[in-house]
Structures are given as structure tokens and as C-alpha cells.
């Protein structure tokens, strides 16, 4: 639920208070910090003193340049 909403707003960086108001439900403090850690160990978002961005990608061409591409 947490990771389809920040996939899905419409701006780039979204604070904690917003991502809670944007939620379907309520959900504890507790529980999303959980998550949120979770997700931005799996590099799927970035947490900025600015808020929270979306950066995971899943496009398969991207990935093979990654994989490719040497490291500078």
C-alpha cells in the first residue's frame, strides 16, 4: 500500500505528514517508519531532509547498461 502510493503521486518529493494523508488508511507512525527503512535499504526511494522520492526503476535496459557499464 505504502510502496503503489509513493509509485503513484504526482509529485517527486513527498514528505511523511503527505504520504500519510495520502494513504488509503491509517497507518501507525511505527509501522511506516518500518517500511520506509525497508525501502530505502531495497534502493527502491530515497529519504532527503527534503522528503521522500521514488528512484527504483524496473525498465530491463537500464538494468543491462548498469550491468554493463564499468564503474569510474
Not at 5 to 23: D, Q, Y
Amino acid at each position: 500500500m505504502v510502496e503503489n502510493t509513493l509509485k503513484n503521486v504526482n509529485e517527486s518529493v513527498i514528505t511523511v505528514a503527505e504520504l500519510k494523508r495520502k494513504l488509503p488508511k491509517q497507518v501507525n507512525h511505527n509501522t511506516l517508519n518500518t517500511i520506509l527503512e525497508y525501502l530505502e535499504e531495497s534502493n527502491k526511494i530515497a529519504v532527503t531532509m527534503k522528503g521522500i522520492t521514488w528512484i527504483h526503476n524496473t525498465n530491463p535496459l537500464l538494468r543491462k547498461a548498469i550491468a554493463s557499464g564499468l564503474e569510474l
